[in-house]
């Protein structure tokens, strides 16, 4: 399978990854578990080796072999056991329902010795015990209390908790102790509660005693200890009353009032008698710098320094009436004092320098900025105008004169003028800069230098070699201007570019011999989302380098020629090809070996071999020794730098002329017989030699003269000459043969 994860992003990224799923296969069907799933329960007090419950694996069909129990997970404490061979499951140690409530075991079936198995879910379930009393997170506490407390408030919460689950855990709080019936408690919430209003004659302490108690079978109790602190109630003239302001909150005073200035006189009642109504007065915050001064007798409140609204217009004083009483009462009262303006503050900006950015090619109107000023003055002094100031490019901007906003009149080019300052003034009596970036828009496409390359590069250039540096320019910018360079078109697997440099490299071997021009596209994409992009023709022709040897259309070439031809006489042509083009494919013919006495010639550029004598396939004392025939080696070689060259081997066979007669080995034979030899005996030979070969060597033998009578025979082929009359010396005593050799 081939996995792949891509990302979200504009221009998205994506890794693929192989996953290979090896399928196993099973030796042995397995046993099969009569369930998948399992559920037993065992209480958490159950004695060790205690049953928990079986399960059961049935073997295959026509099985002989045993069926096992494992557990192979879930029980790393080692809490149970399994029966091995009947799969009883049974606890191993002591188990706890609050450590763990629920135990999931994996078993597995195994059929003897074979790796097949199959597995089984066991979940097993700890029934809780009430084993756990219920327990204080605290021993004790005390509270105090008032008598003027009403019935119902709670004074105490008592918590326990207890580690066992559903009733065995649930627990019920009761009031043990009967002291008193002015206090009661929550059952389930332990919620200690007052019953009726306490008074000052009565007993001033109790000792509460709570107990907790889980619902189990059989209930489990803990006991807890309250002790309250003693009340001591004295019934006494009680200053129950506060304070209170009969005075405005709110107060006004000029921003250019001098120090010392009367503010405010706060004024607070209290209807109690003596010293509980006796009221002095304070500024408990708002005042950290002294601004103000408070009388706590009269309630006079000054300037203690001069103010300024354009710092601070208001102020807000938490001032208290308190009481003399014991213990002392008080109320609060947030005193805000408005400061009034005065005309002494002129406009300023916000900033003194504005940074925004717009989008080129939008139409009139679109939003640039806001800019603002601020007065610190108040009312008619803090009504403010604007207006742009002349510079350059401020005529292709608007701004409202209310309201400080900034929009185009025209649309903008940010390749024409990206930046712009424009300087604003409201009323004439404060100016800022505004500093205008205008965004780019992706309206520009890559452009190449040139619509079309023509290079050449040599065919020995290395994989990987850089052949031409492309360049696009795009005038957006940003991602719009980036350029980014592919290849379209088929490059035969040659060729290859850098998407960031456009470098165009060399991606294999290149070979003149089987292609020798490439002609593609080359294309230039910003990284826009909408991808303009331009192209441009690439015709790469790929130099001839010397890297082929002339080769003979044979390695081995046979011709003939008559001898005794005129010199000059063309004999065979040979042929070389050469892969290579121009100097490198020129090829030229020369004999390297075989033509030491110079008896041929080869025409260099044509490859014609050719004799430079008159041949003669015999031996004779008229020409040079010569053989009847002629090993000659060939070379082709180009005009490459360096040459390089092939050899071919020719062998000439000089074909025989009948120009030579044939030649007695004696121009005269003189032979004695006797008279008295029979007819028919052997009486000489005679024997001829021919120069030439085959059957122009072929002798034949006649007697053209002097055998008149017939005495004589002679064997036309072996030139044997056999007597064929008896002789007689008294009659003839010499006969005068002529024999010719043919």
């Given at each position: 399978?081939t996995?792949?994860?891509?990302?979200?992003?504009?221009l998205?990224s994506?890794?693929n990854?192989?996953?290979?799923?090896?399928?196993?296969q099973t030796?042995?069907?397995?046993?099969?578990?009569?369930?998948s799933?399992y559920?037993?329960?065992?209480?958490e007090?159950?004695?060790?080796?205690?049953p928990v419950g079986t399960?059961?694996?049935r073997?295959?069909?026509n099985s002989l072999?045993?069926?096992s129990?494992?557990i192979?997970?879930?029980?790393?404490?080692?809490r149970?056991?399994?029966d091995?061979?009947?799969?009883?499951i049974r606890?191993?140690k002591?188990l706890?329902?609050?450590?763990?409530?629920?135990?999931v075991?994996t078993?597995?079936?195994?059929?003897?010795?074979?790796p097949?198995y199959?597995?089984?879910?066991?979940?097993?379930?700890?029934?809780d015990?009430?084993d756990?009393?219920p327990?204080f997170?605290?021993?004790?506490?005390?509270?105090?209390?008032?008598h003027t407390q009403?019935?119902?408030?709670?004074?105490?919460?008592a918590?326990?908790?207890?580690k066992d689950?559903?009733l065995?855990g649930a627990?019920?709080?009761s009031?043990?102790s009967?002291?008193?019936?002015?206090?009661?408690?929550?059952?389930s919430?332990?919620?200690?509660?007052?019953?009726r209003k306490?008074?000052?004659?009565?007993?001033?302490?109790?000792i509460l005693?709570?107990?907790?108690e889980?619902?189990g079978?059989p209930?489990?109790?803990?006991?807890?200890?309250?002790d309250?602190?003693?009340v001591?109630i004295?019934?006494l003239?009680?200053?129950d009353?506060?304070?209170s302001?009969?005075s405005?909150p709110l107060s006004?005073?000029?921003e250019?009032?001098?120090?010392g200035?009367?503010?405010h006189?706060?004024i607070?009642k209290?209807?109690?008698?003596?010293?509980?109504g006796?009221v002095?007065?304070?500024?408990?915050?708002?005042?950290?710098?002294?601004?103000f001064?408070l009388?706590?007798?009269?309630?006079?409140?000054?300037?203690?320094?001069l103010l300024?609204?354009?710092?601070?217009e208001?102020?807000?004083?938490?001032?208290?009436a308190?009481d003399?009483g014991?213990?002392?009462?008080?109320?609060?009262?947030?005193?805000t004092v408005i400061?009034?303006d005065?005309n002494d503050?002129?406009p300023?900006?916000l900033?003194?320098?504005?940074?925004?950015a717009?989008?080129?090619n939008?139409d009139?109107?679109?939003f640039?900025?806001k800019?603002?000023?601020v007065?610190s003055d108040?009312?008619l002094?803090s009504l403010?105008r604007?207006?742009i100031?002349?510079g350059?490019?401020?005529?292709?901007f608007?701004?409202n004169?209310?309201?400080g906003?900034?929009?185009t009149?025209?649309?903008l080019?940010?390749?024409t003028?990206?930046?712009f300052?424009?300087?604003?003034?409201?009323?004439?009596?404060s100016?800022?800069q505004?500093?205008?970036?205008?965004?780019d828009?992706n309206?520009h496409n890559p452009?190449?230098a040139?619509?079309?390359?023509q290079?050449s590069?040599?065919?020995?250039?290395e994989?990987g070699?850089?052949?031409l540096d492309l360049?696009?320019s795009?005038?957006?910018d940003g991602l719009?201007?980036k350029?980014?360079?592919?290849l379209v078109d088929?490059?035969?697997?040659a060729f290859?570019?850098?998407?960031v440099t456009?470098?165009i490299?060399?991606t294999k071997?290149?070979?003149?011999?089987t292609?020798?021009?490439?002609?593609?596209?080359?294309v230039?994409s910003?990284?826009?989302?909408?991808?303009?992009?331009?192209t441009t023709a690439?015709?790469?022709s790929i130099?001839?380098?010397?890297?082929n040897?002339p080769k003979f259309q044979?390695?081995y070439?046979k011709a003939?020629?008559?001898?005794g031809?005129?010199p000059?006489?063309?004999i065979i042509?040979?042929?070389?090809?050469d892969?290579?083009?121009g100097?490198n494919?020129e090829?030229?013919?020369?004999?390297?070996?075989?033509?030491?006495?110079?008896?041929?010639?080869?025409?260099?550029a044509?490859?014609?071999?050719?004799t430079?004598t008159?041949?003669?396939?015999?031996n004779?004392?008229?020409?040079?020794e010569?053989?009847?025939?002629?090993r000659l080696v060939?070379l082709?070689?180009?005009?490459?730098m360096?040459?390089?060259?092939?050899?071919a081997?020719?062998l000439?066979t000089?074909?025989d002329?009948?120009?030579?007669?044939p030649?007695?080995?004696?121009?005269?034979y003189?032979?004695h017989?006797?008279e008295?030899i029979?007819v028919?005996?052997h009486?000489?030979?005679?024997?001829?030699n021919?120069?030439?070969?085959?059957?122009n060597?072929?002798?034949?033998y006649?007697?053209i003269?002097?055998?008149d009578?017939g005495?004589?025979?002679?064997e036309?082929?072996t030139g044997?000459?056999d007597?064929?009359?008896t002789?007689?010396?008294?009659?003839?005593?010499k006969?005068t043969?002529?024999?010719q050799?043919?």
């Amino acid at each position: 399978l081939t996995v792949s994860a891509r990302d979200g992003g504009g221009l998205p990224s994506a890794t693929n990854a192989a996953v290979t799923v090896n399928i196993l296969q099973t030796i042995s069907a397995p046993a099969i578990f009569e369930r998948s799933r399992y559920t037993f329960s065992v209480p958490e007090d159950a004695p060790e080796d205690t049953p928990v419950g079986t399960v059961k694996a049935r073997e295959p069909p026509n099985s002989l072999e045993v069926v096992s129990y494992q557990i192979s997970s879930g029980d790393p404490h080692g809490r149970f056991s399994i029966d091995p061979q009947f799969g009883i499951i049974r606890t191993k140690k002591q188990l706890d329902h609050e450590t763990q409530s629920v135990v999931v075991l994996t078993i597995q079936s195994q059929l003897g010795d074979s790796p097949a198995y199959s597995s089984t879910q066991v979940n097993i379930s700890v029934i809780d015990v009430n084993d756990n009393p219920p327990v204080f997170l605290t021993k004790s506490g005390k509270v105090t209390i008032s008598h003027t407390q009403p019935p119902g408030t709670a004074v105490y919460i008592a918590h326990a908790e207890d580690k066992d689950s559903g009733l065995n855990g649930a627990i019920k709080y009761s009031i043990t102790s009967k002291q008193s019936n002015a206090f009661s408690i929550d059952p389930s919430l332990g919620v200690v509660n007052l019953t009726r209003k306490m008074f000052a004659d009565e007993q001033q302490e109790y000792i509460l005693h709570i107990a907790a108690e889980d619902c189990g079978s059989p209930p489990l109790t803990s006991l807890l200890i309250l002790d309250s602190q003693a009340v001591k109630i004295v019934i006494l003239d009680i200053n129950d009353n506060s304070p209170s302001f009969m005075s405005s909150p709110l107060s006004y005073v000029m921003e250019d009032a001098e120090a010392g200035f009367l503010v405010h006189h706060i004024i607070a009642k209290d209807p109690d008698e003596g010293r509980n109504g006796h009221v002095t007065y304070h500024i408990l915050s708002g005042n950290e710098n002294k601004t103000f001064v408070l009388d706590k007798i009269t309630g006079l409140l000054t300037t203690a320094q001069l103010l300024d609204r354009e710092i601070q217009e208001r102020y807000s004083l938490a001032v208290m009436a308190l009481d003399d009483g014991n213990p002392a009462l008080s109320t609060t009262q947030i005193l805000t004092v408005i400061v009034v303006d005065v005309n002494d503050e002129t406009p300023m900006f916000l900033k003194q320098l504005y940074e925004t950015a717009v989008h080129e090619n939008q139409d009139p109107g679109e939003f640039v900025i806001k800019v603002e000023a601020v007065d610190s003055d108040a009312g008619l002094n803090s009504l403010l105008r604007y207006e742009i100031l002349p510079g350059i490019g401020y005529e292709k901007f608007r701004m409202n004169s209310d309201s400080g906003e900034i929009v185009t009149t025209a649309p903008l080019d940010r390749e024409t003028q990206e930046v712009f300052s424009i300087k604003g003034s409201p009323s004439r009596s404060s100016t800022a800069q505004v500093y205008l970036t205008v965004l780019d828009e992706n309206d520009h496409n890559p452009l190449f230098a040139k619509s079309q390359y023509q290079i050449s590069v040599r065919e020995d250039l290395e994989e990987g070699s850089a052949i031409l540096d492309l360049f696009a320019s795009d005038e957006d910018d940003g991602l719009n201007g980036k350029v980014t360079y592919s290849l379209v078109d088929d490059t035969f697997g040659a060729f290859a570019i850098n998407s960031v440099t456009g470098s165009i490299v060399t991606t294999k071997a290149l070979d003149r011999e089987t292609k020798s021009h490439y002609m593609f596209r080359a294309v230039a994409s910003d990284c826009s989302t909408h991808l303009p992009r331009s192209t441009t023709a690439m015709t790469i022709s790929i130099q001839d380098v010397n890297d082929n040897v002339p080769k003979f259309q044979q390695s081995y070439y046979k011709a003939s020629v008559w001898e005794g031809q005129s010199p000059k006489t063309d004999i065979i042509q040979i042929f070389a090809t050469d892969l290579d083009s121009g100097l490198n494919g020129e090829t030229e013919y020369s004999i390297l070996s075989g033509n030491e006495n110079a008896t041929f010639l080869i025409d260099s550029a044509r490859g014609i071999l050719s004799t430079n004598t008159v041949l003669d396939h015999e031996n004779t004392s008229s020409y040079r020794e010569m053989a009847s025939s002629h090993r000659l080696v060939l070379l082709a070689s180009d005009h490459g730098m360096p040459s390089l060259n092939s050899t071919a081997t020719v062998l000439i066979t000089v074909l025989d002329v009948n120009d030579n007669p044939p030649v007695f080995s004696s121009p005269e034979y003189h032979i004695h017989v006797k008279e008295s030899i029979p007819v028919g005996s052997h009486v000489t030979e005679v024997s001829a030699n021919d120069c030439d070969a085959g059957t122009n060597a072929e002798i034949s033998y006649a007697i053209i003269s002097g055998n008149d009578r017939g005495h004589f025979r002679l064997e036309g082929k072996t030139g044997s000459v056999d007597l064929t009359k008896t002789l007689d010396y008294e009659d003839t005593m010499k006969f005068t043969l002529i024999i010719q050799a043919t």
